[in-house]
């Protein structure tokens, strides 16, 4: 395992066959291989090409408003005990880290041909961005959402739609995360060549996982210079939230071969049972799901299980294949934090810095508090996924505890 991580340290994986040590690889239908094997000869082809990427940079720059602030937390820190630092891509366009990925696949939709883009979405994040970097590049796109999450995500529904989106809501399976992307996958089938196929998420077949990794990293890239700059050194443990993945390896990886402690929060939902949470690398074993080889939550009988959280975005059965091998290597720690937790966590942030968060990224900031009362007076850096602005449908059934004054 010592030699993975020195591989993926120095860039060498995934392999040639999309493979993180054991993990990933591509298990597809016969009828996708045409797509994926087209698909990853144009990232090999047009990634790091010094066309692309100055594209790519100058619209994170001029559109998305990169880089995002790194931002002090001193009411926090008091109440911690802990120099606390958020690296905030709330502030990026759209409101999220999802728009670094979005942007970037649909500048490589340009360039393949693509005549329209298809994309799933769970929180409805990646949805408005995929919307938002269509309209930006000029192609039309469809959202595929699972029911459970067009319902209590109505407010991204309606950005999208008025984004230029198609929004189809999906009633098969979960209804969730793991149900739109099976249906999106069923629509590129039908259209290979035509249709780009737009993954929000660290995960699937090769060359995704990578893929988003590359496009993600940017994240970590700007927050190891920042903390340098602002900071005076960097921090001694970084948390990010994982549901598929997409926000931590972004965070993650470009610190991998520093010395710092690497903690990734999954959603620990009302228990421990399977189908009470969502803690895919805490609880799960390893599997096939939706073309990777990775840790996936399962029944006895390789069954993939439904999940809960009160975070559509963490609602996922799976994982991206490098954090499995991240985890297996040892090299970044997987924890779960409960739905309670995560809100109080995200009405702290409210309350001591102004910071409205989504309950994704509330999920790391409930771990880092407690990891904080463990290591007192240690510099954290939490990566701040999102706003919270898209939950406000699910906070309206758990109301803020009353602070109202009677006037004197």
């Known amino acids: 395992m010592k030699d993975l991580l020195e591989a993926l340290i120095n860039g060498e994986l995934p392999d040639e066959r999309g493979r993180f040590g054991p993990f990933g690889g591509r298990y597809v239908p016969e009828t996708l291989v045409p797509a994926f094997e087209r698909l990853e000869a144009g990232v090999r082809e047009h990634l790091h090409d010094d066309a692309f990427q100055q594209d790519y940079r100058r619209e994170l720059r001029e559109w998305v408003g990169r880089p995002t602030a790194l931002t002090f937390a001193p009411r926090l820190s008091e109440r911690w005990g802990a120099e606390v ?6 502030l990026a366009h759209t409101g999220a880290h999802k728009i670094n990925n ?17 994309a799933e979405t769970g929180a409805g994040q990646h949805g408005v961005a995929s919307a938002a970097a269509c309209a930006r590049v000029g192609l039309p796109c469809v959202v595929y959402m699972g029911a459970v999450d067009i319902e ?19 009633e098969t399976g979960d209804k969730t995360l793991r149900a739109a992307i099976d249906e999106a996958l069923r629509e590129w089938v039908t259209d290979p060549a035509g249709i780009y196929y737009l993954l929000g998420s660290a995960v699937g077949a090769h060359p995704y996982p990578y893929l988003v990794r590359e496009l993600q990293s940017v994240i970590g890239q700007e927050a190891r210079q920042q903390m340098l700059e602002a900071a005076g050194g960097l921090p001694d443990a ?9 926000n931590a390896i972004g965070l993650f990886y470009p610190l991998i071969g520093d010395d710092i402690e690497l903690i990734g929060v999954e959603a620990g939902g009302t228990g421990d049972g399977l189908g009470q949470n969502a803690a895919t690398l805490a609880t799960g074993t390893p599997g096939v ?13 390789g069954q993939v299980q439904e999940t809960h959280s009160i975070s559509a975005g963490l609602d996922y059965s799976g994982v991206g294949p490098e954090h499995a091998l991240l985890q297996a290597t040892g090299r970044v720690t997987y924890v779960a934090a409960g739905d309670d937790a995560a809100l109080e966590a995200l009405e702290e942030l409210c309350e001591t810095e102004g910071i409205l968060t989504a309950l994704e990224t509330a999920h790391a900031y409930a771990y880092a508090r407690e990891w904080a009362k463990d290591n ?9 996924s999102g706003r919270g602005d898209k939950d406000m449908p699910t906070l309206t059934k758990y109301p803020a505890r009353t602070r109202t004054h009677a006037s004197t």
């Open 102 to 118: 979005a942007i970037g696949q649909a500048l490589l939709a340009k360039r393949l041909g693509a005549k329209r883009v298809i």
């Open 152 to 170: 209590r995500q109505a407010p991204n529904v309606d950005r999208m739609q008025r984004l230029g989106a198609e929004v189809v809501a999906v």
């Open 376 to 384: 007192p007076g240690k510099r954290i850096l939490i990566g701040n």
């Open 238 to 246: 970084a948390f990010a939230c994982v549901g598929g993945g997409s």
């Open 289 to 301: 799901l939706q073309g990777a080889y990775t840790i996936i939550l399962q029944d006895d009988d």
């Open 85 to 90: 630092w958020l690296k905030r891509e709330d």
